[in-house]
């Protein structure tokens, strides 16, 4: 891989705010035609990275390339190739769909007549052309959302940036955001995205880093993220009563490793069916039972704890 | 460069929506009031303190400058706070290819512009009435908008400071801004005022715009050194006002 495919080029990058590290010297490679994803709970270091790579907020130490360019001094050439949907949305909500589209358009410095026809090709994309003379307030969280994709691509940008692109959404409206997405990704666009729904996840990104704490604490392709970090299948045990404890004990040694949750138990097992046997075996019947293949979830879960991080 | 004109353009788009409500504002209200004040009052005023000028003449620059110091405020408050806050324009903008001056440049060029056909259409109004002596009066626009940039990139750099939970605009409306229209010569000459009132008209932007409008205005334009000085005032608070507000706007934007 040569030095121009490598959009993203992180090494020890760190941001602080005051006594506060949010990032905390990570290192990242992120390639041209990739979907790479950035997972971890709320307060991870995530935005901050993303705004780092965005070219708004300086890195406090570290060295960080975007597009091959130090974002410090070239900021505004790389913003320029660069589509950026953020966490919050930042239309103008007084104006129409099409206005919001078009006068961004010109901080790109996009003519008048060349912005017109490609607004109307991306509310097709994004499946608003109906709404493109609406104005944005009363519109739904996902169509508005929508608009913020598609104001993301009016410069054609080589790279977007989406910073939890679904959170708050209802599943319809999450569909089909990831449908759009997954259609750019075919496109050849780059996507960089941040999110802590693992659906998500493993639905979009190519290549993952797990964050917590400012760090990186995993990384991989969701599949040799799901084979280093848990069993091929987990075993869900339920029993009766309202303490699961006393049963944990006695399913110690099935599996690879168990895990106690108020209401359930959970086995991790390359075969769940085989755990099970060998649980009734021990004599325990569990008052319901599921079987179900690892997900990036259990990984999640594993690497960042159950703790709630508010 | 081009940033600020699409900034700009931004801000024309939106207010191709609402100018028919700041209208009533910006002059409808102000025009009448100091037609109506001015003929009626004025009436009552012996004008040889004035220098023989009818009061609706004298009235009607200094009215002229305050409400563009008006339209400058309420444009560098909630507007802007929204911005930040709110529509969070301003991290819209700062994702795309612009710099930070860019957005000021873009935003104070919207409210010049703002406060000049303002203070056109309420110049143009009262000279029908006969209250401008002097094809000079032209100057009152590059004037107010000097004044308007003077007021509002200070204000800018407040309201890109403060939170949004707590309503600071309203105390300097309070405080600040109504004090000044009324003590910086827009309805008397300050030297009726006791002389430390005068020395708060004298740091006030508004009464050396209003005075320099007042000279634009009447057939009598005064010394040319203290039009000079007037706007040499305004100028530095307009300076000192845009590196302020850069400085803020760096701080919350770009952390």
Same mark, same amino acid.
């Given at each position: 891989?040569?030095?121009?495919?490598?959009l993203i080029?992180?090494?020890?990058?760190?941001?602080?705010?005051?006594?506060?590290?949010?990032?905390?010297?990570?290192?990242?490679?992120v390639r041209a035609g990739e979907a790479f994803g950035f997972l971890?709970?709320?307060?991870?270091?995530k935005s901050?990275?993303m705004r780092?790579i965005g070219?708004?907020?300086?890195?406090?130490?570290?060295?960080?390339?975007?597009l091959?360019?130090?974002?410090?001094?070239?900021?505004?050439?790389?913003r320029a190739r660069l589509g950026v949907c953020p966490q919050q949305d930042t239309l103008d909500t007084?104006l129409t769909v099409r206005q919001n589209l078009t006068t961004y358009a010109?901080y790109f410095?996009i003519?008048?007549?060349v912005a017109r026809a490609k607004v109307d090709e991306l509310l097709e994309f994004v499946q608003l052309a109906e709404r493109a003379d609406a104005k944005v307030e009363p519109l739904s969280g996902g169509m508005k959302r929508r608009v913020t994709i598609a104001r993301a691509l009016i410069n054609d940008p080589e790279m977007v940036l989406l910073d939890e692109p679904t959170t708050g959404l209802d599943p319809q409206a999450r569909h089909l955001v990831w449908e759009r997405l997954f259609r750019l990704k075919q496109q050849g666009v780059t996507l960089v995205l941040t999110t802590h729904y693992m659906d998500e996840a493993e639905q979009l990104c190519d290549r993952l880093v797990?964050?917590?704490?400012?760090?990186?604490?995993?990384?991989?392709t969701p599949?040799?993220?799901?084979?280093?970090?848990?069993?091929?299948?987990?075993?869900?045990?339920?029993?009766?009563?309202?303490?699961?404890?006393?049963?944990?004990?006695?399913?110690?040694?099935?599996?690879?490793?168990?895990?106690?949750?108020?209401?359930?138990?959970?086995?991790?097992?390359?075969?769940?069916?085989?755990?099970?046997?060998?649980?009734?075996?021990?004599?325990?019947?569990?008052?319901?039972?599921?079987?179900?293949?690892?997900s990036l979830?259990?990984?999640?879960?594993?690497?960042?704890?159950?703790?709630?991080?508010? | 460069?081009?940033?600020?004109?699409?900034?700009?353009?931004?801000?024309?788009?939106?207010?191709?929506?609402?100018?028919?409500?700041?209208?009533?504002?910006?002059?409808?209200?102000?025009?009448?009031?100091? =037609?109506?004040?001015?003929?009626?009052?004025?009436?009552?005023?012996?004008?040889?303190?004035?220098?023989?000028?009818?009061?609706?003449?004298?009235?009607?620059?200094?009215?002229?400058?305050?409400?563009?110091?008006?339209?400058?405020?309420?444009?560098?408050?909630?507007?802007?706070?929204?911005?930040?806050?709110?529509?969070r324009?301003?991290h819209a903008?700062?994702a795309a290819?612009?710099?930070?001056?860019?957005?000021?440049?873009?935003? =104070?060029?919207?409210? /010049?512009?703002?406060?000049?056909?303002?203070?056109?259409?309420? =110049?143009?109004?009262?000279?029908?009435?006969?209250?401008?002596?002097?094809?000079?009066?032209?100057?009152?626009?590059?004037?107010?908008?000097?004044?308007?940039?003077?007021? /509002?990139?200070?204000?800018?750099?407040?309201?890109?400071?403060?939170?949004?939970?707590?309503?600071?605009?309203?105390?300097?409306?309070?405080?600040?801004?109504?004090?000044?229209?009324?003590?910086?010569?827009?309805?008397?000459?300050?030297?009726?005022?006791?002389?430390?009132?005068?020395?708060?008209?004298?740091?006030?932007?508004?009464?050396?715009?209003?005075?320099?409008?007042?000279?634009?205005?009447?057939?009598?334009?005064?010394?040319?050194?203290?039009?000079?000085?007037?706007?040499?005032?305004?100028?530095?608070?307009?300076?000192?006002?845009?590196?302020?507000?850069?400085?803020?706007?760096?701080?919350?934007?770009?952390?």
């Amino acid at each position: 891989m040569t030095d121009n495919a490598t959009l993203i080029h992180a090494r020890s990058l760190v941001k602080r705010f005051g006594d506060f590290t949010a990032v905390d010297g990570i290192d990242l490679d992120v390639r041209a035609g990739e979907a790479f994803g950035f997972l971890g709970p709320n307060g991870a270091g995530k935005s901050s990275t993303m705004r780092m790579i965005g070219c708004v907020s300086r890195p406090t130490a570290g060295t960080l390339r975007i597009l091959g360019r130090d974002p410090v001094r070239d900021g505004v050439a790389i913003r320029a190739r660069l589509g950026v949907c953020p966490q919050q949305d930042t239309l103008d909500t007084e104006l129409t769909v099409r206005q919001n589209l078009t006068t961004y358009a010109r901080y790109f410095g996009i003519k008048r007549r060349v912005a017109r026809a490609k607004v109307d090709e991306l509310l097709e994309f994004v499946q608003l052309a109906e709404r493109a003379d609406a104005k944005v307030e009363p519109l739904s969280g996902g169509m508005k959302r929508r608009v913020t994709i598609a104001r993301a691509l009016i410069n054609d940008p080589e790279m977007v940036l989406l910073d939890e692109p679904t959170t708050g959404l209802d599943p319809q409206a999450r569909h089909l955001v990831w449908e759009r997405l997954f259609r750019l990704k075919q496109q050849g666009v780059t996507l960089v995205l941040t999110t802590h729904y693992m659906d998500e996840a493993e639905q979009l990104c190519d290549r993952l880093v797990v964050m917590d704490n400012g760090k990186i604490v995993a990384q991989g392709t969701p599949r040799e993220l799901i084979e280093r970090y848990s069993t091929r299948e987990v075993l869900e045990v339920r029993f009766p009563g309202d303490d699961q404890a006393p049963y944990a004990d006695k399913i110690e040694g099935i599996g690879e490793r168990v895990e106690v949750l108020p209401d359930r138990i959970l086995v991790y097992a390359p075969d769940g069916d085989a755990a099970l046997v060998s649980v009734t075996e021990r004599g325990l019947h569990p008052s319901s039972v599921l079987v179900r293949r690892s997900s990036l979830e259990d990984v999640f879960l594993h690497l960042t704890g159950r703790r709630l991080v508010e | 460069m081009s940033g600020a004109v699409a900034v700009l353009n931004y801000n024309l788009v939106g207010y191709r929506r609402t100018w028919r409500g700041t209208a009533l504002s910006s002059f409808v209200l102000p025009v009448l009031f100091v =037609l109506g004040f001015g003929v009626s009052v004025g009436s009552l005023v012996n004008t040889s303190a004035l220098g023989g000028e009818s009061y609706l003449s004298f009235l009607v620059p200094g009215m002229i400058a305050s409400t563009a110091m008006q339209v400058a405020f309420g444009e560098s408050t909630w507007p802007v706070q929204s911005k930040f806050t709110w529509m969070r324009t301003y991290h819209a903008m700062i994702a795309a290819p612009l710099a930070i001056g860019d957005l000021l440049l873009g935003d =104070l060029s919207f409210l /010049a512009l703002r406060v000049v056909t303002s203070s056109g259409v309420f =110049l143009l109004i009262t000279a029908l009435f006969g209250a401008v002596h002097s094809w000079w009066a032209f100057a009152v626009l590059p004037a107010c908008a000097l004044l308007g940039i003077a007021v /509002a990139s200070p204000v800018f750099a407040f309201t890109a400071t403060v939170d949004s939970s707590t309503n600071y605009f309203a105390f300097l409306q309070r405080f600040i801004v109504i004090p000044m229209s009324l003590f910086a010569g827009v309805y008397y000459p300050i030297s009726k005022l006791p002389e430390y009132l005068q020395v708060l008209a004298w740091i006030s932007p508004l009464w050396h715009a209003v005075e320099i409008c007042r000279a634009a205005t009447h057939a009598d334009h005064g010394s040319l050194w203290a039009l000079a000085g007037h706007v040499a005032y305004l100028l530095l608070w307009a300076v000192v006002g845009c590196w302020l507000a850069l400085r803020q706007f760096r701080r919350r934007l770009a952390d």
